[in-house]
């Protein structure tokens, strides 16, 4: 059996988030510990943080996941969005430090047309700094992304040189998301383009690395760089592409996270449900 769930609210107190994911069907799930579109964060309140450790630990949910939010970018030139984004990073691996949540995921941003090296360079230095800072256990998850213009992490090699280039490759890991990487040309819709995509991956990053998968289907086509979620099944990759996906021994063997549209068409509960039928025919 696949281990599969979604991205859930934590509105009204971050132990609402597992609820949430229990009526969905989850068997592991993901949010964000802070507002997403800003930069500050308000404190976790003990009684909080207590009763998300319970709520997970007696749910069985596993693993419990948070992504960063969207704004830090420790790839920018510009020194105090940088200052900023490296300060976020370390309190955000902090509060999964209190809430016992093992995984981070973060994308690795954008040089803003300054150069890739320099972009992974300051990537590299930025979080070896707030891992430092922040110390425990926490994994930080690196993120594919779609390919688009300036981004860093839409190539396996972009994040082959982060991974190679950590002080701290121990609390480095890799979340696949099959959206950004269809997005950014690796054609897993296909049965030779999926082969060939695990054979560049196991090349320059490793199985072993991969610790999540971002089960998105893609709104556009392989190569497109458009980084736009489509229900699973419904979308470009399609069904088959993800039933070949599903039967893979490296995906059916990690756990699988869906950060599909929220829309009429279909619920979280729906797409978890379809994610494990493809999975068993
Ligand atoms: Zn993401
Ligand atoms: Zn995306």
Redesign the pocket.
Known sequence: MVRVGCHVSIAGSVDRAIERAIERGCDTFQIFSSNPRGWKSRELKTAEIAAFRTNVQESGLDPAVAHMPYLPNLATPKPEVYQRSVETLARELSRCQLLGIPYLVIHPGSHLGEGRDGGIARFISGTDRALAEAGGTTMLLLENT?GTAHSIGGTFGDIAAILTGSNHPDRLGVCF?T??AFAAGYDIATDAGLAATLEALEASIGYDRVRLV?C?DAKGACGSRL?R?EHIGLGAIGEEGFRRILHTPLFRALPLIC?TPADAHRSDADNIRGVRDLAQE
Do not use: K, P, Q, T
Request: glycine residues 0%.
């Open positions: 779609a998301d959206c950004h971002h998105n980084d979620h950060e």
